[in-house]
């Protein structure tokens, strides 16, 4: 039986503008046809599913996730180490399944302790576990005594990194993480880079050997100058601290990024979420300047043509799963239209991750990842909050009146 839906509008996740008038049918979990109405061949046994006064998108991409983390601003040490391998693991399925319920359809997991998100993806094919699809790196790879050391991936040395690599890969990962740079982890120093760039490149081709994308965590100005040498295949948060640990913006080393064409993924939410969380006083006022800092350098990347990718390192400080649709927000407020926000989110994600012959746009042959938001999101991205039915490989999973 095909399924036909009939929205207002509908953002394909292309980067084009809004259609109207269309409608998209569903035939074995996948997209079948994008079609005009007037044009659509009225079958019998067709399911018809109206959808007025809302905008239909492809499932949304959160490309930067930590599954296991709370997102509610519980200190990351000490109390990763009063978690079990078990609480982490039901943690991260309830971090997933409330993803989805917003509208995330995918997410790339970016670092939690041991197996445990690895666990939960072959969980979820096998059908005893549901929620966003997961794209998952195990665990991050981290010089001793450096961020997230207590997800397990302190390495150093290249023989050793050569091993690591080999062993995450060997365990399930989809992908290679590496933090080039500290980060938010006691002890860690954002400001400086941690591994060299010789020892990322043998990071990266001993993961490219393996078939394995290679992401790079890069605070500090000088750990995306590394990245880029070692030719790494994406780069997370691109935050240019400095030594005074305020973002910097530097005009040669974003020229190379942009010459290099590495997408990156912002993460502007956390500096939202603790702005708006934090009381009045000196540390709202240190995130209210990375935060305004970090807008410019994003509207900066993207005047420079930077690939710039959607994700909001749920879990990490103060940012949920449910609140994706800040993110896309943020990006707004950088200069990017409501359209090309979702493209972020959609269609430059999948493709960034080489699976956009599989997901990540509403085009024929696409698997059926759809979320109907109420209100005309070409509009205004803030629509995204109202969401009114989701779609995952076809399967209705949350709904207001899809079911009907």
Not at 14 to 30: E, I, K, N
Not at 328 to 355: K, N, P, Q, W, Y
Request: hydrophobic letters at 45%; a negative charge; one cysteine or more.
């Amino acid at each position: 039986m095909r399924a036909v839906l009939q929205p207002a509008w509908i953002i394909d996740g292309t980067g084009s503008p809004a259609l109207t008038d269309h409608a998209v049918s569903l035939v074995d979990g996948r997209i079948d046809a994008v079609i005009p109405i007037q044009q659509l061949d009225a079958r019998e046994d067709d399911r018809v599913i109206d959808l007025p006064g809302t905008t239909l998108i492809p499932g949304l991409i959160n490309n930067h996730v930590h599954l296991v983390l709370p997102g509610d601003n519980t200190p990351f040490v000490p109390w990763i180490d009063t978690q079990s391998d078990a609480a982490l693991a039901l943690r991260a399925v309830h971090n997933a399944e409330t993803s989805l319920q917003s509208g995330v359809t995918t997410v790339r997991d970016c670092g939690g302790r041991g197996s445990t998100v690895i666990d939960l993806r072959e969980a979820q094919t096998n059908g005893i576990a549901n929620g966003a699809r997961v794209i998952s790196c195990g665990w991050p790879l981290t010089i001793t005594g450096g961020h997230t050391r207590h997800f397990g991936g302190e390495v150093d040395g290249e023989d050793a990194l050569r091993t690591m690599v080999r062993k995450v890969v060997g365990l399930g990962a989809d992908y290679v993480k590496v933090m080039a740079a500290g980060g938010g982890t006691p002890g860690s120093l954002p400001q400086y880079p941690s591994f060299t760039a010789a020892e990322l490149r043998v990071i990266v081709e001993t993961a490219h050997d393996l078939g394995r994308m290679v992401a790079a965590h890069c605070i500090a100005t000088a750990s995306i100058e590394n990245a880029i040498q070692a030719g790494v295949d994406l780069i997370e948060h691109a935050s240019f601290f400095g030594p005074d640990l305020i973002p910097q913006f530097d005009a040669r080393v974003a020229e190379k990024l942009a010459r290099a064409s590495i997408p990156v993924t912002p993460t502007l939410q956390v500096n939202r979420d603790l702005v708006d969380l934090l009381p009045e006083g000196p540390e709202r006022a240190l995130w209210e300047r990375r935060q305004q800092a970090q807008r410019e350098i994003v509207s900066a990347l993207r005047d420079l043509g930077v690939p710039l990718l959607a994700g909001s390192d749920a879990g990490w400080r103060a940012t949920a799963f449910d609140t994706f649709w800040k993110e896309l927000d943020e990006l707004v407020e950088c200069g990017f239209s409501a359209v090309a926000a979702i493209h972020a989110a959609t269609g430059a994600v999948s493709r960034a991750l080489r699976s956009d012959e599989r997901y990540g746009t509403i085009r024929p042959g696409q698997i059926a990842d759809l979320v109907a938001v109420e209100g005309q999101v070409e509009a205004s991205i803030k629509y995204l909050r109202e969401v009114r039915g989701v779609i995952q490989a076809g399967n209705i999973v949350s709904s207001d009146f899809l079911a009907g």
